[in-house]
Structure formats: structure tokens, C-alpha cells
């Protein structure tokens, strides 16, 4: 593993030297392009992750739509993170794991200025257990509840290939195609970074569609990550170094559309 961790380190700093030239090609944007609002005027973004750290990939542009106060921001986090590594680091039993984690998401959504935060109580690693039309009907519910026109949540090879990652995306997706929702986003890496997730993956994530600027947000981008300390100082170096990147831009890949 340690070896492992040598050749990822020295992909990134690689990745990093080339980022400029390969985010060229993808074109600037905004996910709310083309969104008709809700009745009362206001734009609802439903964030569907299975864990309290996953938004990391979006904190930026929720920060930045969040500066119109015509967009409402709304967390669906699905499982209650309990089985991650940093209990072993600190040595806690997976109820305060949970407990922790649920705190910092809520600290998260303080920072972000999100509308609500759904916390469900799926064990870690268990949505992949579930009938998939079963986690399909829970998102749909959310889904309505929140009026959402904008799904944002993970691609079908997870960035890293979680299994949670993976099923929650699948459902997701299902969830999306029986919805009145206008627009479903995966979130993305810079493509120079690729080869690194492709080790843990073996896949890559589908080609972004759109990178959103987020230059001006990027401190409070930094505060919002900051909150998730136990994912951040206390798994590994990796995460530790990933937590740290503070990209110019985020990336999406616009997955389905309907008009
Ligand atoms: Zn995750």
C-alpha cells in the first residue's frame, strides 16, 4: 500500500503539471444553463451523495449558485459514514464515527448556506445491498419533496470506484429518469488527474461536459472541506493530499437532460 501511495503521489504532482492544457477543450459554464425555475421563481439543486465528504467535488459551484438568492441548495447524504477508516485512526466505535461525521456535514451545510440537509441512516457501505428500485423510490421521494430541478451526485465509476459511490449513482439515475427534474450532473476530476483514479477504478469517469470557475469562492470552498477533519487529517495521506486540491475549476458531465 505504501508503495501504492508512492506511485499515486508521484502521478499527481505529474497530473498537476499538465492540468492547464488538458482543461482547455471543456467549455466554461454554469449547471443552471437552460433551468426553468419552480412556480415561486427559485431553482432547487438536489446533492445526492451516499457519504458526509462526498460534495467536496461540487462545494465550489454550490458556493457560487448560492450567491443568488434564487437558488435554493438541498444535501442528501445517504448513509451514515460510519464504517469509514478514520475509526480505526482514532480508534471509535462506528456510532460515534457516525456521530462525528453527521456533525461535520451539518457544519458543511453551514458553510455552503445550503437549505436543508437530509441525513438517512443507511449503514456505510450498504447501498449496494438494497434493491436498486428500492434506493430509486427513496431518491424520487427527496427528489419531489425538494421540487429539485438540478440532481448532482456521482457517475457510474464513482471517481474511485466506492461501491456506495457506484450503487448510489445507479439509483440516482433511475430516481432522475421518473422525475420532473430538468437536468442530472455526475461530478468530475480534471482529466490530467485521471490515471490516478484509474488505479483504484480501473475505469474513468465519462468526459466532463462543463467546468464551472470558482476562483472567487475558493476560500470558503477550503473552510467547507476543512469542516470534514476526520476524513481529511485522520485516514491517510492520500485523502489528506486530494482534501487539499484547490482547483480553479470544478467539473460535471451533464448525464441527462429533458426539457
Ligand atoms: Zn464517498
Known sequence: ??????????????SLSSLRAHAAGIPTGDLLQGIKPGPDGKSDVLVVFPHEDDEMYCDGTLLKMKQDPAVRVHFLVMTLGDLSPSKDVLGISPEKMAA???????KVAEVVGADSYIQW?????GLGALPREEL??????????????????????????????VAGSKAADLAFAQSTAQKLYYVN???????????????????????????????????????ETSQKYFISFIPKLEMSLNFDYEYFTLAASKP
Do not use: W
Not at 500500500?1 to 505529474?14: A, G, N, P, T
Not at 488527474?193 to 468526459?207: F, R
Not at 476562483?215 to 477550503?222: D, H, L, P
Open 1 to 14: 500500500m505504501k508503495r501504492l501511495s508512492r506511485v499515486i503521489f508521484i502521478l499527481m504532482l505529474l
Open 100 to 106: 462525528i461525521r453527521i456533525k461535520e456535514m451539518g
Open 121 to 125: 441512516t443507511i449503514h456505510d457501505q
Open 136 to 165: 430509486a423510490n427513496k431518491i424520487l421521494k427527496v427528489i419531489n419533496d425538494t421540487h429539485a430541478e438540478v440532481i448532482i451526485g456521482y457517475g457510474p465509476e464513482g471517481i474511485y470506484g466506492h461501491p456506495d459511490h
Open 189 to 227: 476530476v480534471p482529466r490530467a488527474l485521471y490515471p490516478v483514479y484509474h488505479l483504484l477504478s480501473k475505469t474513468n469517469p465519462l468526459p466532463a461536459t462543463v467546468k464551472v470557475d470558482v476562483r472567487k469562492v475558493k476560500k470558503m470552498k477550503m473552510l467547507a472541506i476543512d469542516e
